[in-house]
């Protein structure tokens, strides 16, 4: 966890801090229903909500640790300093460590999810109100990089507004999937603890129970989990990667916002880097690497073995803070962008109605020409823009071969842009509705 | 692709011949939109399903590749040479060859998932046969390798069953996530072909018209996809590591079917080697290597280039071919597993009445002896069995300061097996739902 | 192993044919230095090389391992059909079917190793022809995708091929990593087998006896070897990114060579599409996929599992033959790149003199001007440059605060060219050596 | 970075001061050279050596930092502070940034690689010296996880000692592969700065100056780096799973350290579980994790693009000390483990003289008896051992046919350890060398 890429609430949620209080919560609603089927007294199960405001001593919790080597009996140890050994004593009966650890660890996930879901919805409004705005800002469309056919900056937003949205869906599964808890015992079966007392502190929680676990919450949860963040993370590259190359010298159809004191390099004044979004780029390969790991802990060992902890000690918190970060970043970026409408005409223009080709390339064939024919024609005289300079409608007027099949006017009504953009209305109701 | 790990109906959804049967379709229902629309005549549209039932050369359109160097005009080459000249002189038109490879790229791996989802069910249907079967035989549960408490044999294939039933539900959004098909033209605006086509053509072939598209269907629906096989795979590792650990000489609770006249190994004749399962877990790695390289085919250079190209060329056939080859696999192996009980309970008795030590030690808590003098006395008395092989309840049933807190009857109880099982049947409901 | 992505060569070494060869070499060199060692009769090593010349029948092999489920008995079976029962009655003794697969699979990554080698040598020439071609044509520099200070092409050509020679150092490392052999038994003790044996057919076959096996070669030279070909793919993707960047229409610095009949697209005929490049970059992620699996395959159980088999026997032809091919493709891109030394120029000058910014900013500096106060008025003047067109030279000699710390002349120096090259034939010493 | 998987040495390499440090001295040597070259006044350059001694003020440059937004400008004027601004007018002159943070973070990771380097060597000294303690202290030999034949646990150690000699070769290379320092300029042309700088900065840091770079020194060096590690994590995995298995219930040839006042579980007291190997599993994924992106950064657009540095802010510091620590643990693990021997024993004879049946499969096919024939015998008698707790020895010498070709003595003999322990010291030699 990079502290120049983390934002305090997600930050918050992997606290100690933050942890603490969940064991507490557990284990304090455990008793509540431990006390309800009449296993522990009901004043002992009462007792321990009186830590229910008290801040945890993590100092003193790790103090304990060093010495116990154990974090569940150094938490409880602290706890029972607190409520009195005698209240204490029923705390955590019949529950192993696992019980505790796993359903906080899907706590944290859910909580995180929150977060993720939150921010996809913030990129998804300032998205959406940069597709609007742009709706009509004719720009030419590239593939492989090289001017194909015109198409608007507002279907770019609206293109990465369906897939942040499709993102959220994700994330709302995602979500579900970490979104249970089990005290189950040391292997899954209950011997020591009634499946209620899950049921009740899965339900205080928000949590389902697991219908089936182990000691251990099965990990193929987390690995699509994890994987959904990655999916998320490959849509902010892709998103990124279109700025930068939008910003790019010789392109120049838009800029990162770029604040009047800031300094683009100690050698380069004039210098604008894109470079939130080429760090944008980097944090997606951050979250990203995450989910290989995520996926090998799935096979554990029988009932459970503990390699999978390191692996989420780091990944938990360092995948769900870079994630939230990167959005909340992309966000600003979007909201903030500076965009170009005249470069992209200019840009468009570059050779000089040759983005037009595809249309004449059909209108020939239409007029009855083979196709090898129509493409020699078109080819021969996009040749002459691309070699010379030349303009392709004038080429073409003057062509023998083409004018024989169409007449000034139909080689004129090719190079009218309107017939670009006559479906952006369609495509503008597929992806937010009707508005 | 191995072809001694595949099987013919996954590898036929990727053979040349099925994928221009695809092509084929996509433009005869395209010719038809278009006729619908008036832009082609009706006689050229159903002049096209002339070729309804020809099976297409595959080396014929090779061949005029190698010249062409382009695979969809060669193919419309060679449907000309099948239909005439003059009746094809309308296919294709205003298409892009993305929309047709797209299209038919999700048209495959929807028919994939469709097999890799009657794979799981078949899988699910020998897991639950086999829970069932062993819902109560008993075996020790494990965490870190080591013995914990008992559990049974059906609880490991019922975890097993629920895992694989979650994988079930992720192979069905990601079989959504893929069934949209895209006929928008060179960047997507719809400007040479009305989006009604696109909408005839989804609708024939089982699809969702993509909502926004670019040349290309955007990529993050794929990377979610293979994200999805790659959880599936984990889980498949996950089970094969656990039949691995059963049947190792020291353990073998269980082996994989040995047929008579197999040989296990050149020089070692007893030996009955997991090697199906050590297989699967090779398989899984190979499934799961395709997840980063779908997530990196996301980010495309504005409105696409063909970097994604030759990754899913790979990873499209041979993903899907082994992880269906695998969940064969695995299905037959679970179908088949010999599962020795005796020597399960044997197992389970090995350090005599140890794995009773959690009992013996919640009990002691409950009988009014502080945590840290129970966890004292259990331990003093395990590691006489653990070093010399004492018994446990023996050693119980002789220390004086267990039975001051715990009567002989107490102690007795602690070593029911019966405790430990009691919860089966609620889990088995859970998992299976009421029978 | 995609067809299309492949070179015959490598596939050749991968062939059945190629591996009954080496099979049968390991054999027959064995049963030489078993007879040398009196184990079994001379006479029967010698017959063993009557099989020398004859082509081994794959389809009778495959009929009989459907029988015997063991691919090294079916070829012992095989070759005893061709050579005699009785003469073949001592071949492979002692051995373990792991010593024949594990040292035939060495030998054929170290073919592999070697095309891969002589790809790179012959990549290196065509990078330094082409270095040496443009040494001296100008183009500017970017970083962040914008412009920064002159460079040449000469250069950038210069550091594709200090990259590449590490990676040619890199897989001469790689190559030492695998050549190793082993014929050490069921467990890697020599029990029933002289190491000797080893020796004498590692000699001859140019490998090195591994010092201590298993029932295999340890799998983290295979680890290294793989991460090694991930690297060598991370330069393609880099090379291929920039030719790509080279390429886009705004830019246009260099092309793809574009054949006469080469369609580029079959709707947009003027397009010239940097397809190879791009192709290079999904192919570099192919061959990357391989490492974590590799990695993967390391930790295997005691003497050996066969967890690793599966993944090789995929990532061992795929991974070498797509890198084989991928070093072919690029080589003949960067041979016949077409290089537009003019549109460089125009494109440094597109805000006119504003590269030049550094040095003026440096020489206010020396001039006496502090650091703050110098940055002021260099972005003052670009930005002039950036928001209207202006000239940066221009606009310096007219800015009287500039002019009061440098004389016109001394501005005038600042925008030579020749500044930024005079360590060009520096630069090309260090990579290329003295000339 | 996780505090409970981290040590000091390796994380004070990351920390700011240490950074800020090398910051400084490269500063200072660049001025020293400049003043030697006559660039800047020899006054000034002494000047900076005023700052030695100085510890500078983290908060005070981060201070500045959020003014400035630029970390190397926001020392730079730190430094001023300290040396005063006359003095530090000629500081970084030439200079970039990248110079600076490029050839710091090689440092770093030369540093790095230094202390892995050493950890490397204290992990073969304890692998060696248990090595020699057992080198005959016989075990059984597993493949597949079954029971082959007799090896013994010096040959384990004298393996895993051989795999990370291997590694530690590796990471002196990757240590090389980074040790390199730039200080060429905004796109490497030394236009303003002399490649004398680089060469008094890079031997005075132990670096060697790279022979061409661009604003960056070149990213395959770093994915190297990285992949080498990556290597090494996974050989720790493999001895990792190799204790772990070791250390299972029914196995129990060796236990890790455990110390008298630590707590196993919270429920289990008598659970000795391999904790820290299992944790090792876990670290060798987050180390394995950093491989790909490493490779992901190679591909900087142009003369560089700052996607890698957020990736290089959290596995540089995040990959080293996690690998460090882990090679530590190992060491620990390796150096404490308790292995027993009789259980070695007892383990081996769990079926009866089975292990041999590869010996008897041999010596029948040289007493002349045809390979499948010997097969059939050595598999019937071995079934009776598998299946019925029969002695193997005694079943031999009671089947006719087996002893019509072996008489009783060669049978017995067939039975002897020594046969298989017979090359340990060969093997020996060639991992250790001549003692």
């Known amino acids: 966890m990079i502290p120049r890429y983390s934002r305090p609430d997600m930050v918050a949620i992997w606290s100690p801090e933050t942890k603490f209080r969940i064991w507490y919560e557990i284990e304090a609603h455990a008793c509540d229903a431990q006390a309800e089927l009449g296993v522990i007294p009901k004043a002992n199960a009462e007792a321990v909500w009186k830590a229910k405001d008290v801040e945890f001593d993590v100092a003193r919790i790790d103090e304990i640790e060093a010495v116990?080597?154990?974090?569940?009996?150094?938490?409880?140890?602290?706890?029972?300093?607190?409520?009195?050994?005698?209240?204490?004593?029923?705390?955590?009966?019949?529950?192993?460590?696992?019980?505790?650890?796993?359903?906080?660890?899907n706590i944290q996930l859910v909580r995180a999810a929150d977060i993720i879901i939150a921010d996809l919805e913030a990129l998804l409004d300032a998205l959406k109100r940069r597709a609007v705005e742009h709706k009509d800002t004719v720009r030419i469309g590239r593939s492989h990089g090289i001017h194909a056919e015109p198409t608007t900056m507002g279907l770019t937003f609206a293109r990465f507004y369906a897939e942040m949205d499709r993102n959220l869906a994700r994330m709302k599964v995602a979500r579900q999937e970490v979104a249970t808890g089990a005290i189950s015992g040391a292997v899954g079966t209950f011997a020591n603890i009634d499946p209620a007392v899950e049921a009740h502190v899965c339900e205080k929680l928000g949590l389902t129970p697991e219908?089936?676990?182990?000691?251990?919450?099965?990990?193929?949860?987390?690995?699509?989990?994890?994987?959904?963040?990655?999916?998320?993370?490959?849509?902010?590259?892709?998103?990124?990667?279109?700025?930068?190359?939008?910003?790019?010298?010789?392109?120049?159809e838009a800029e990162e916002f770029f604040s009047?004191?800031?300094?683009?390099?100690?050698?380069?004044?004039?210098?604008?880097?894109?470079?939130?979004?080429?760090?944008?780029?980097g944090l997606a390969r951050l979250v990203r690497m995450a989910v290989v790991p995520a996926m090998e802990n799935v096979a554990l060992w029988h009932e459970r073995d503990i390699s999978h902890s390191?692996?989420?000690?780091?990944?938990?918190?360092?995948?769900?803070?870079t994630l939230d970060f990167a959005l909340a970043r992309?966000?600003?970026?979007?909201?903030?962008?500076?965009?170009?409408?005249?470069?992209?005409?200019?840009?468009?223009?570059?050779?000089?109605?040759?983005?037009?080709?595809?249309?004449?390339?059909?209108?020939l064939t239409q007029a009855?020409?083979?196709?090898?024919?129509?493409?020699?024609?078109?080819?021969?005289?996009?040749?002459?823009?691309?070699?010379?300079?030349?303009?392709?409608?004038?080429?073409?007027?003057?062509?023998?071969?083409?004018?024989?099949?169409?007449?000034?006017?139909?080689?004129?009504?090719?190079?009218?842009?309107?017939?670009?953009?006559?479906?952006?209305?369609?495509?503008?109701?597929?992806?937010?509705?009707?508005?």
Do not use: C
Not at 73 to 93: P, S
Not at 220 to 243: C, K, L, P, Q, T
Not at 341 to 359: A, C, D, H, Y
């Open 68 to 105: 116990t080597k154990h974090d569940v009996i150094a938490f409880l140890t602290h706890l029972a300093e607190i409520i009195g050994n005698e209240d204490a004593r029923f705390v955590h009966q019949g529950m192993t460590s696992s019980d505790v650890l796993d359903t906080t660890f």
């Open 310 to 321: 390191s692996v989420e000690r780091n990944i938990g918190p360092d995948t769900t803070v």
């Open 211 to 252: 219908p089936i676990s182990t000691q251990v919450i099965p990990r193929d949860r987390h690995a699509a989990f994890f994987a959904a963040m990655g999916v998320v993370a490959s849509s902010i590259e892709n998103i990124a990667i279109e700025i930068r190359h939008m910003q790019r010298t010789e392109v120049l």
């Open 330 to 363: 992309l966000t600003q970026v979007i909201d903030k962008l500076v965009v170009y409408p005249e470069t992209m005409m200019k840009n468009m223009n570059k050779f000089k109605g040759l983005v037009m080709s595809q249309r004449v390339l059909l209108a």
């Open 368 to 435: 009855g020409v083979s196709r090898e024919d129509a493409y020699r024609l078109v080819q021969r005289n996009a040749m002459k823009v691309w070699e010379q300079g030349a303009d392709f409608k004038t080429e073409l007027l003057g062509d023998a071969e083409v004018t024989a099949a169409l007449s000034a006017e139909e080689i004129e009504e090719k190079f009218d842009l309107g017939y670009h953009t006559k479906h952006v209305d369609t495509i503008f109701e597929r992806v937010f509705g009707k508005s």
């Open 260 to 281: 009047k004191g800031q300094k683009g390099s100690s050698a380069m004044p004039h210098k604008r880097n894109p470079v939130l979004t080429e760090n944008l780029t």
